[in-house]
Structure formats: structure tokens, C-alpha cells
């Protein structure tokens, strides 16, 4: 076959595919731009666009809503900007009454009106804190427990790295309902600590950085030891310069994951003032089922940090996906 | 220096261990022992002994939400591993445009499961959906998705005039375009990890194909599949144990697994017997066998991974 038409065929297919995998952002974003009436008319699926009457009156022209035509009257309703009827049920010669075709239009009032409607804010900074703070806990536990593991000796080494990994092979379904027994227990439920500590520890994480401390140079640590450094202080002023690109990989990991993070948040917290974003969106899927425009803004507005960091950082971000899953 | 290393690593060790300790292993244990007990909303109820697990053998919609899991993994994993794989050899045959469509097919991996979810809801919603609009373009009828309790089988079949039993009918197409979105939603990770089993394998190996006269097509079947068998292998355990865990889609683009439990899968079930209807030892012995089932798989994985490499 022709090289040419091979690639062709090829770059076809990819972009088939892309379009497969686009689409439905890109749907979502012309969607929470719509008006609710024209989205539920369907008629323009991507575009987002108007149609309206207009009375051109003498005075000038008015927006309006059109009831009905009879005997070359036209029944209107003048509307203002913000689409409200003004004054009702007016009578006007149908000749002054003209259709304005499809305008593109975009609606940004959908995100003001969602976030009238529930606090995203909120939901917004507690997903925040609660991912940062874990961020904070995750790197601190993980480097000093992959630490011992990775650069020291010690009895039960072993038997603890094997208890460890066979904990990180118990997904969470299993044991979310004794977690929130537990945290019932200890009065933790409907608390930021319950969002917060136990996530503070990441079992993948610990290895990673485990991988990445047998691989520097055991001179370096032995050179550290000779200047009198403790061992903490060699960690913090050697190991970490030399781990920028874990440290960023298991950020990545942590940060995304705790973005997302939907089950946990939804079981353990019950006062609105507690939702994470994820939470909140789940809880307004169910309020504003038929506001479509709505939900679409706010899926698009829940999905907008991850995206804006994706892009900047994008090569980063999918290297250390495809290393941490060879990696396993 | 010998005696301060000695009670020193235990310390590193400790802030990751309290935690583990206090929030996976504890909660591990007691899941299996609250499986053992008729537990409630507030404090232990009674020990039962193998009550719960009795309950279980004979509760239907557990095994029906067993059978759509299992549909649902069937659906999944193959759809996502040819798929993937498809994706990665293309993407490796190109030079431009390569990172672009790499970001582009990695997107939907990074957002959040919840909004795609709900992005995927009105997608298929009957009226206004997109699904329905692009059917409808290419010559098809709209169909009822997410409300559509018939068997995906059937309705394929009886589209083209031939009318199969019951018992062939299959998943329910509400779950088949839970299963769609799904695998749009992973298709980027596979894609990415097969890319880096593809670059693995020596561009020798292909000129050498080449010169022995090997087609394209050939070369893909000989020497592709196999050698990117462990990435295969991998792909499609791990694809197999998160599918098992499924949860958000049901509880979002469906109003608890309806239409007549077809999208019920075993999570939301555990939720749902948890939080809903507040029993918690019946739940907790329902997660304890899918524990079995994905403790299962992955002693599988480890066992035969010794294998699969070439």
C-alpha cells in the first residue's frame, strides 16, 4: 500500500476517534451556554442560538413573545432584556410582527443562576482544603515510611512492605461501611478530619518513592552520614532536590484523586456546609434533573480546575501515569 | 550510630502505620466480623453467625445485581482492551499530531467520574440526547437508554427482524450505555500504557517482518500481539478489578439502578443495603464476597503473570 494513503486511513481513524472521545466536553460546554427552551426544542444541537419575535412598533422594537395570530392580529407579550414578560396579552397588528431567525447566543447566566442555586463556592474551597491538606499528609507519611523501606535495614522490613501492599489490594468498597462505623464510633462522621486524615496515607505513593530512594546513589548517603547529618536533616536537605520529579508524580496522583474522590465524601458527610464539589454536584444532579443547562454549567465549572492543570501540564501528567502503571 | 538506627526506622515507618493501622486494617477486620452480626444504624445489634451469608443465597436482587456486575465486566474489559490497543497501534505509527490526540484521548480519564456522569445522563437522555441525535442522523431510530429495561441482544436482533428467547436477551441496554460511557472514560489510561508497551518492543523485529514480505495486518496478529501480551495481561486484570467496583455511574445516571434493577450493579447494591435501607452486617457480608472475588483475581494475576511474559 501507498505510504501516503496509509497515513491518511490512519490520521482518518484518529481523528474519528478523537472526535468519539471530544464530543461530549464539548457538548457540555455548548449545552451550559444554551437557553433552556431552545435546548429543550432541539433544533440547534451545538450552536447555541435564539429565535424570537420582535414587534417593530412605531417607537422602536420590542422583544416579545408571540401567543397567537387572528384576523391579522397578533396577540403578544412585550418582553424586557432579561427575557420577563413586561406587559401581557397586547394587541398588535400582525404585519408589525416579524420572526428574528436563529441567533448565536451564549448564556452565561446558566453559571450565575447554578451557582445562585447551591453553593459552589463552598463546595468548591472544602474540596480545596481537603485535597491539599492530604496532599500535605500523603508526601510527609509516604517519603519518611519509603524512606526506612527503601534505605535502611531492619527487623520485620519485609513482613511490614508485604502488610502494607496487601492493604493497598483491598479496594474501598469493601470497607466503607465498617469505616463509617468506625468513624461513627469515635464521632468523626460530618467532621473535615473524616474527609481528611485517613487519606493521609497512600500505600502507592510509599512505593514509588520506595523505587526512587534505592535508586540514588548509596554514596550520597553515605558521604551525608560521614558530615555528621542526621538522618531526618539528610532527607529534607539531600533526598528532596533529588526527588522533584516523584514528589510532582505522586502530587499528580493525589491531587486528581482526591479531586475526584466521590464515594467516601458522600457516605461520611451529611451538613451541606460539608460538601465537596463532587458531593454537591451528585446532590444538584438530583435537584435540578430537568435544568439541564444548569447541570451542564455546573459539570463543566466542577471539571474546569483538572482541566486548566491538564493542559499546562499535560506531558507530565501522562508520563507518570504510563511509569507508576509499568511500574506495578 | 549502630544502637540509634535501630529504634529509628520504626519511627519513619510509624505516621504512615498509625494510619493504616487505624483506617484500613481495623475497618478491614471488622467488616468481616460486623458480616457475622444484624447490625443497624446505631451500635451492634445481635451476632447471627452465617445469617447474613444465608440471607444472601437467597436474596434475588443480589444475584441480580451479581449477574448485571457480571455482564457489566463481560461488556467492559474486552471493549476497552481492543479498543485501547487499536488507539495505541495507530498512535504509534504516526510522528505529528501524536501528543495532541494523546492529551485528547487521555481527557476524559482525568475529570471527574461524577460530571462525566451526569454529562452522559443527558446524553442519553430520549428526547434531547445526543445519542439519539447522532442515531437518528445515520439512519436510525431513537432508543430509550438509560430507561430501557430490554435486553441489548434482543434489540439488536429483533432491529434486523429475528426474534431470540428470553433467556439470550442479554444486559439491558440502560447498563449497555453505562458500559458505552465507561469505556470512554478509561479508553485514555489503556491507551497510554499500551503506547508504552508498544515502544518496548524493537523496531528490528518489523523490518525484519518486512523483509521476510509480512503485511501490515500480519505483522499486527505475529509479532504485535504477542509481544505486548503482558501489557494485554495487565490492561485487562487491572480493567476487571475496577469494573467490579463500578459505583458512580449507577448512583448518578440512574434513579437506583432502574430501570427494573438492570443497572443495579453489586457496590451500589452494598451501598444501597448500607445507607439506605441501614443494614450494615447484611452489607458488609455482600463486601465480603466481592472481596473473594477481586482477592481472587488478583492472587490469579500473580500466579499467571509469570507466564504471559515473552
Sequence with gaps: MNESIRMTIIYTFLIIFGLFMVVPFVWMISTSLMNQAEFNKHDSVFVPKEEYHVWKSPAGDHKILLVQVENKEAVIHTLDKDNRIVDEYKRVPASEVRKVKKVPSLHWDNFTRAFKKVPFATYFANTLLVSFISLIGVLITSMLAAFAFGRMEFKGKDALFYLFLSMMMVPEPIYLISSYILLDKISWLDTYQALIIPWCVNIFTIFLFRQHFRSLPKELFESASLDGCSTFGMLWRLIIPLSKSVIATASVFSLIGSWNSFMWPLVMTNRPELRVLQVGLSYFNQEASTQTTLLMAASAFSILPILIIFFFAQKQIIASYAKAGLKD | ?310
Design chain 2, 1 to 310: 550510630m549502630k544502637t540509634k538506627w535501630k529504634i529509628s526506622p520504626y519511627l519513619y515507618i510509624l505516621p504512615a502505620f498509625i494510619l493504616l493501622f487505624a483506617f484500613r486494617l481495623i475497618p478491614i477486620t471488622m467488616s468481616f466480623i460486623v458480616s457475622f452480626f444484624e447490625w443497624g444504624l446505631k451500635g451492634s445489634g445481635s451476632f447471627i453467625g452465617l445469617a447474613n451469608y444465608q440471607k444472601i443465597l437467597q436474596d434475588d436482587i443480589f444475584w441480580k445485581s451479581m449477574l448485571n456486575t457480571l455482564w457489566y465486566v463481560i461488556l467492559v474489559v474486552p471493549a476497552s482492551v481492543i479498543v485501547s490497543l487499536l488507539f495505541a497501534v495507530l498512535l504509534n505509527q504516526i510522528k505529528r499530531l501524536s501528543g495532541f490526540f494523546r492529551t485528547i484521548y487521555f481527557l476524559p480519564y482525568v475529570t471527574s467520574l461524577v460530571a462525566v456522569s451526569i454529562v452522559w445522563k443527558i446524553i442519553f437522555n430520549e428526547q434531547t440526547g445526543l445519542a439519539n441525535t447522532f442515531l437518528n442522523f445515520i439512519g436510525i431510530e431513537s432508543q430509550k437508554w438509560l430507561s430501557e429495561p430490554t435486553g441489548i441482544f434482543k434489540i439488536m436482533f429483533s432491529s434486523i427482524g429475528i426474534s431470540i428467547p428470553e433467556w439470550m436477551a442479554g444486559p439491558s441496554q440502560a447498563l449497555f450505555a453505562i458500559v458505552i460511557m465507561t469505556v470512554w472514560k478509561g479508553l485514555g489510561y489503556n491507551t497510554i500504557i499500551y503506547l508504552a508497551g508498544l515502544q518496548n518492543i524493537p523496531k528490528t523485529y518489523y523490518e525484519a517482518a518486512e523483509v521476510d514480505g509480512a503485511g501490515k495486518l500480519k505483522q499486527f496478529f505475529k509479532l504485535t500481539v504477542p509481544l505486548v501480551s503482558p501489557t494485554t495481561f495487565y490492561v485487562l486484570v487491572m480493567t476487571t478489578i475496577v469494573s467490579f467496583q463500578a459505583f458512580s455511574q449507577v448512583y448518578l445516571m440512574t434513579d437506583k439502578g432502574s430501570p427494573l434493577n438492570t443497572t443495579k450493579l453489586i457496590v451500589f447494591y452494598i451501598y444501597e443495603k448500607g445507607f439506605d435501607t441501614l443494614e450494615m452486617g447484611y452489607a458488609s457480608a455482600v463486601a465480603l464476597i466481592l472481596f473473594v472475588i477481586i482477592l481472587g483475581l488478583t492472587i490469579m494475576q500473580r500466579r499467571l503473570e509469570k507466564h504471559v511474559n515473552y
